[in-house]
């Protein structure tokens, strides 16, 4: 089921992230990591056939289009965007069907993530691929909010994939000014929520690109979110 990219589509601000919103650098990072794996790991590839586990309204099928034949999407909650309703504990498919897996921002929501990774394990091919993102450390934003990971606990529970790499999507600056931006939102009033925002982003950036000069800081201290990808 191919789709098509429209100015309309749902969901772009998570592809364009806008420097004014409380999770840009987060969201940027997210968005750069996905484009670089896509890059790397599936370079040359096309004609997948796609699962999107926990799709929502599909955010980042763009980046997926010209290498996708087939792309699915399944989550609890039906809109225009789901093709299968169902839970990512329980995926209602054969063994071995699909070619790439994507999970982003979904397995801190499951009840078990463990029961989660086995059953995209069962549903891709030999020397399929998955791509997955979660949350480090960041506010609990849902009544559905279970778990936080690091590096090592996502390599544990991906442990069943022959190659596994986690990718951090942003260091300690951007840990910190996203919890600051969530911070604003407390006590600012609204008209000067985005101006605060924009300022502490601007400066997050810049801060970010110097201390990402020691790869220590950028990947032992407050990663707020994670990629991981992982080959069956």
Known sequence: MQEKETSERPRKMHRKPAIYSRNFLMDLKLVTTIQNVIATEIKGKTDLICLDVGCGSKPYYPFFASICKDYLGIDIIRNREVNVVASAENLPFRDEIFDLVICTQVLEHVSDPMETISCIHS????????????????????????WRFTDQG??????????????????????????????????????????LFTVNNFIGLTLDRLISLNPYMSKKFWVSNYTAVATK
């Open 154 to 195: 996502l390599e544990k529970v991906l442990a069943g994939f022959r190659l596994v790499r986690v990718l951090p999507n942003g260091g300690p600056i951007v840990t910190l000014i996203v919890m600051i931006n969530h911070i604003i939102c407390l006590f600012m009033p609204l008209i000067l929520r985005n101006f």
């Open 123 to 146: 549903v891709l091919k030999e020397k399929g691929n998955l791509i997955l993102s979660t949350h480090g450390v960041y506010t609990s934003h849902t009544s559905q909010d279970f």
